[in-house]
DNA sequence: ATGTAGATGCAAATGCATTGCATTTGCACT
DNA sequence: AGTGCAAATGCAATGCATTTGCATCTACAT
């Protein structure tokens, strides 16, 4: 994503516009899986274009409430990641040796929720789905 | 589950047996839901059998080695939660109103992993299903 | 009954996330 | 372009959940 680009979503979505902002919202937008805070913070510094952590935390809290990113918790570790959300409903294949996340071109469960909505009396509004396993590459290994 | 299944459970897979131990055990046993850590120590001290909280820690750390518990995410906080795996491979309906989880009965989603491990050339070894939205009682208020 | 490895409780340390506050900056208005 | 002000930032301090070090205690084998 250019730097106008990441400066259009900020103006489109009434967000205040600073360097900072954009440089967050390009490295979600570079990334092809989600990113930690502490990813997204190690990436930044390597461009020298270092942004507090604090600030990096409040930009994913804006960009949250206005729906721009999905937040998740790492499904090995205990931190949360961010994806943006432009790429919209996903889930994620994790390997569980090299930690890595890939995204899934489509989602499995949504046919299969339909039935489970009925048979629990309950309104389904979301899901989350995580599948692990060993990635090729780990796999040749 | 009784103090004496509980001990038994322990014996059988070469746990030293405590009064703590047998507690925690019970407690996971008798719910109905994936627990907090937190949880868990709060309803030990509404039987008077308090335990404290890092010796439930370290419960929940022998229980995963030896696979008698699961632990996950609390899918809306930011905690761990722990379930008997006794009870099997099992996903949850969790309501973002009340925040209680319940028990799904099947699993949604085995057949169509699947096809997504020939297309993804990824070696599937498990799955972590999240459903959210509104439970009957919340609904009906 | 006794010795010992392992379990416990407590307090302190850690890691991730959030917040308070002084300072800076973007931006609307002149 | 200059000015004012609300909002954003950086930094340090704080809040929670979890982990760890260490002194003490306890279950269990002998």
């Known amino acids: 994503m250019t730097k106008v680009q990441a400066a259009d979503l900020l103006r489109r979505n009434g967000i205040k516009k600073t360097r900072q902002r954009e440089a967050v919202v390009r490295i979600l937008a570079e990334a092809q899986a989600p990113l930690s805070v502490d990813s997204i913070h190690v990436r930044l510094r ?6 507090n952590l604090s600030t990096i ?7 949250l409430e206005k729906g721009l990113v999905e937040q998740m918790h790492h499904p090995l570790g205990s931190k949360f990641t961010y994806v943006l959300s432009a ?5 994620h ?7 890595v996340s890939t995204r899934m071109d489509s989602c499995p469960v949504t046919t299969a929720l339909g039935q489970l909505e009925a048979s629990h009396n309950f309104h389904i509004t979301g899901h989350r789905l995580e599948v692990f396993g060993v990635c090729a590459a780990c796999k040749s290994k």
Chains 1, 2 share one sequence.
């Open 57 to 63: 935390y409040r930009m994913l809290e804006v960009l």
């Open 93 to 99: 294949l994790t390997c569980t040796r090299c930690g």
């Open 87 to 91: 790429y919209g409903h996903s889930h």
């Open 46 to 51: 390597h461009k020298d274009d270092s942004v």
